[in-house]
């Protein structure tokens, strides 16, 4: 694969003029960007109640992710006083303090969202009430449950000299209060933790006639107080809620990562704490005792004037009334595999295979390892694991292959944030099944998306690669958009074993035959294609870029996108996430186009396409999918692979369907501004497009329409 081989002085000629501030827009008030476009969904009176409520609970779990790893790197850099500005010129405190600012409207506008929700979902019979709603009949019951199930598992803490200020886990919610002995009229502080193990909102019992009602957990506590002070006059409660630093390190001279991760899990459980949310009433001399215990600062909490822990929420969208959910989807299996009986072999070996999740069903990529497993034929398989499911058919499956005396070999890549426990829970069951586990190298994650089998056939011995761009999980796929590559290519294969040799023998290629490899050559093939349709432009010929991502990132690859502007190459970019690019600068970024998709489902593939010499689109373009988002830890800090799609049928499906769809969609996108603001996009015809709805009604539209669609999606303003 190509090099790029100019200096990065020649490569910033055209640059110069524009600052850092007016080339790039700020990562983190990107992302807050992204999870203010997650609340707009909230407000789309086109989704069912009980979804809209879902998009209020993810915009509150996601919040919460940033601060407990982005916002905790802020904190730790101001605390070692680092100097370094960001790529788009802000000091770590200049981060912290606009972090803060646009997350407290941020928050504000979720109270919002979710006082406007509970009215809706009330006039649909599903109301969450509050105790001043409830008759005597029911806090007769509300008595009862809270003695029965609640008063054996709450934990009274009297806070004294003898008995210090407990430590509080991340997330933990718990209920401050002030106390009066009726002996001695002294006072003194006290706790009262929430227990993770109960639900958050309590189904009250149903009535004839009513809706459905939920009374939240801290406020069902909050009536039977006394029960747990018999001695004492509650003067005084409050609520606090608060997150911790959760990010990982380990030392560069650990030798068994399996053993540092679970005691650096250990330590994850006590770090510092890095929000701490307070109701808006609560008394000022409870909320400083519960600063001082936590040594937070002043400008790390937050009032709530609502609900604290918005992100609990989710749990209401388990009622039982599906009426306010989108209707369910059935995803379309593989017609190829039909043909072949079930057959993933000789599927792939008539042609190679791509499968569009959620539309198409990830039962394919579970049915090529079960057959692999199963087949007596089959004497090796290699997998990559970065995420799966608790009850993984993808791991079952390589256990009952490595039980039957298959050669496996699984690469579990222990740092994947959040889910390192389970991780290390599948690799300890992989090695008792006969597996040999690798956990890749120490200081860059795996996130490359890759299974190798190895065949004995009557022509030999044949190699069938799947390459994915999302992960391993049969959950999340139903609702993430991913895509699925199957094949028996051999200059695939060969590559595909050479990638899985620098996993675990760390014997590292200098050169892949077809694929790029992050850390090796991806990021520097990704420049090539750019500046080969720089060339393209500056010889007069057709030259287009068409990229599908969920971040971009990287400074280098967006100088690169903003010499092909500047050259003339048409650049349209869907960016569902994080965005550091300014699209529309003049002189700078006139030609290129970004939006972000929020919708149904989560668009997480990642495509790039190319015009090589022929505009977009064309059957000359090349076109590739990849595990890897534009930004310096997939190029630098992670194995990541990009890919080439050359069967024709596979490679006009990527470009003239899904990509095609994506820039066609009007009534989910976000269009972004130079300014780094985005707007909801409006049909300029009336005739919105909406690529789930689009393509969850595939096969059924004629190819006429997907056509017309394509066209769509190529007329630029």
């Known amino acids: 694969m190509k090099i790029v081989g100019q200096t990065a002085d020649a490569k910033g000629l055209q640059l110069e003029g524009f600052s850092a501030e007016q080339r790039f827009i700020n990562r983190e008030l990107s992302w807050l960007a992204f999870n203010e476009r997650i609340i707009e969904e909230t407000e789309n009176v086109a989704h069912p109640l009980l979804e809209r409520l879902r998009f ?356 579990v890549e222990l740092n994947a944030r959040f889910d390192e426990e389970a991780n290390i829970k599948w690799a300890r069951d992989l090695e008792r099944a006969g597996a040999q586990v690798v956990y890749g190298f120490f200081d860059k994650k795996t996130h490359a998306k890759a299974s190798l089998v190895v065949r004995r056939e009557a022509d030999g011995i044949r190699s069938y690669v799947h390459f994915g761009t999302g992960n391993y999980h049969p959950v999340t796929a139903k609702v993430y958009a991913d895509i699925s590559f199957f094949t028996c290519d051999p200059a695939l294969c060969h590559d595909a074993a050479y990638l899985f040799n620098y996993l675990t023998g760390g014997a590292r290629p200098d050169q892949f035959d077809c694929i790029a490899v992050a850390p090796i050559d991806l990021r520097d093939e990704v420049l090539s294609l750019i500046e080969d349709e720089i060339a393209h432009a500056e010889a007069g010929r057709p030259a287009a870029i068409w990229a599908k991502l969920n971040a971009l990132v990287d400074g280098e690859v967006i100088d690169a996108l903003y010499r092909a502007s500047q050259a003339g190459v048409a650049i349209d970019l869907v960016v569902r996430g994080v965005c550091c690019l300014r699209p529309g600068v003049p002189g700078l970024s006139e030609n290129i186009r970004v939006k972000s998709i929020v919708g149904r489902f989560l668009e997480h593939a990642r495509v790039a396409c190319f015009g090589a010499g022929h505009g977009l689109p064309s059957k000359e373009a090349k076109v590739f999918i990849s595990s890897a988002d534009w930004m310096p830890r997939n190029f630098d800090w992670r194995v990541e692979i990009l890919v080439p799609i050359r069967n024709e049928r596979d490679h006009g499906k990527l470009m003239n369907r899904i990509m095609a769809f994506n820039l066609a969609d009007t009534e989910q996108s976000w269009a972004l501004g130079p300014d780094g603001e985005y707007s909801r996009m409006q049909s300029s015809d009336g005739d919105g497009f909406n690529v789930h709805d689009a393509l969850m009604k595939l096969p059924k539209e004629s190819s006429d329409a997907s056509s017309r669609r394509a066209k769509l999606a190529t007329v630029r303003p």
């Open 56 to 411: 209020l609970s993810i915009s509150a779990s996601n919040l919460d992710e940033f601060y407990m790893v982005r916002v905790a790197g802020l904190h730790g850099q101001v605390d070692a006083e680092v100097a370094e500005l960001s790529q788009d010129g802000l000091t770590p405190g200049q981060q912290l303090e606009a972090v803060n600012a646009r997350t407290a409207r941020l928050m504000a506008r979720q109270q919002l969202c979710w006082h406007e929700l509970c009215g809706r979902l009330a006039a649909a019979g599903v109301s969450v009430v509050g105790p001043d709603q409830l008759d005597a009949e029911d806090l007769a019951w509300a008595e009862k449950y809270f003695m029965s199930r609640l008063f054996p598992v709450l934990t009274p803490l009297a806070i004294d000299p003898g008995h210090p200020f407990p430590f509080i886990p991340n997330f933990g919610f718990a209920l401050v209060l002030e106390l009066e002995n009726r002996r001695d009229g002294a006072t003194h502080p006290a706790l009262v933790p929430l227990p993770a193990g109960v639900d958050r909102f309590i189904r009250l019992p149903a009535r004839a006639g009513q809706a459905l009602r939920y009374l939240p957990l801290e406020q069902l506590i909050e009536q039977f107080l006394e029960r747990l002070f018999m001695d004492s006059t509650i003067t005084g409660v409050g609520q606090f809620r608060l997150l911790r630093d959760s990010d990982i390190e380990l030392e560069e001279e650990a030798e068994d990562l399996v053993r540092i991760f679970e005691s650096a899990l250990k330590r994850r459980r006590r770090g510092n704490v890095i929000r701490l949310e307070v109701n808006h009433g609560i008394a000022q001399e409870l909320l400083d005792f519960v600063a001082d215990s936590l040594a937070v600062k002043e400008s790390d909490i937050v009032k709530v004037d609502g609900l604290l822990g918005m992100a609990d929420t989710v749990t209401l969208i388990e009622s039982d009334r599906s009426d306010l959910l989108f209707k369910p989807y059935r995803a379309r299996f593989p017609e190829r595999m039909r043909e072949h009986g079930g057959d993933c072999f000789a599927a792939i070996r008539a042609k190679d295979l791509l499968v569009h999740h959620p539309y198409e069903s990830f039962d394919m990529v579970v049915q090529f390892l079960n057959q692999a497993a199963h087949d007596p034929d089959v004497v090796a398989i290699k997998q990559t694991l970065y995420r799966t499911s608790d009850d993984s058919p993808i791991v079952k499956a390589l256990i009952e292959a490595a039980e039957a005396g298959k050669s496996v070999t699984a690469l």
